[in-house]
């Protein structure tokens, strides 16, 4: 069975720009999570989809973030415009059941704003 | 509002034992999950402690106390691919699990 897999894993984008993360998680997994960890630092929650629908977007940081999950599977993160503060790695999780302690992770997508 | 505490770095040599704590402040809370990353890799699910008490997986244990706000993640028998970071996440009232800086584990031979 196919992990949680993310694209790109690493983008280089001038300041300004306009980056799409993508995020297919496992196969019949209703829950989907973004996450992220800037300089090294705490992984901070984004936001959590149950199938198509935003259950919790607390941690989007401002309105330049913004994320779907058309149709419930994959999720896109678009970040636009970028600024530097936005470099980190970006990862997403799902798990097939709320509330479960059990997340499967992807390998991250590493951004990297100049 | 949510608080961790983790320690920020850890120094065991192989073969000994070593004990992670953290301390959590999480708004309403219903469990506590370990995690271990590698560098470069993804975080990969170790334990969960939805009740008080010790949760066994082979050479890992996890231990959470709820009226203390505390857990901890005993590794033994360390081994040097445990070379890793650790982080202990409490799941929240709505359902997400929140992570902190993690633990950096290094094993010495």
């Known amino acids: 069975e196919a992990g949680v897999t993310q694209f790109p894993s690493h983008s280089v984008i001038e300041k300004g720009q306009t980056v799409t993360l993508r995020c297919d998680p496992i196969?019949?997994?209703?829950?989907l999570y973004w996450y992220r960890r800037v300089m090294g630092k705490e992984i901070k929650f984004l936001l959590h989809?149950?199938?198509?629908?935003?259950?919790?977007e607390s941690g989007m940081p401002n309105n330049r973030f913004l994320a779907e999950r058309t149709g419930g599977t994959y999720s896109t993160l678009k970040v636009q415009p970028a600024e530097l503060e936005d470099s980190g790695v970006y990862f997403c999780?799902?798990?097939?059941?709320?509330?479960?302690?059990?997340?499967?992770f992807g390998e991250g997508s590493r951004l990297t704003v100049l | 509002g949510q608080s961790l505490e983790q320690p920020s770095e850890v120094t065991a040599v192989e073969g000994a034992i070593v004990q992670i704590n953290c301390t959590y402040q999480?708004?309403?809370?219903?469990?506590l999950s370990w995690y271990q990353q590698h560098d470069g890799g993804a975080p990969t699910f170790l334990s969960y402690?939805?009740?008080?008490g010790l949760e066994e997986t082979g050479r890992f244990s996890s231990f959470l106390s709820r009226s203390d706000s505390y857990g901890y993640l005993l590794l033994q028998e360390l081994q040097m691919k445990d070379s890793a970071s650790y982080f202990c996440?409490?799941?929240?009232?709505?359902?997400?699990?929140?992570f902190g800086s993690g633990t950096r584990l290094l094993v010495r031979p």
């Open positions: 999780a799902s798990s097939p059941r709320t509330g479960t302690g059990e997340l499967f």
């Open positions: 196969s019949g997994h209703d829950n």
């Open positions: 989809f149950v199938k198509e629908s935003k259950q919790d």
């Open positions: 999480t708004s309403g809370f219903y469990g």
């Open positions: 402690n939805g009740l008080d």
């Open positions: 996440a409490p799941r929240d009232s709505s359902y997400k699990l929140i």
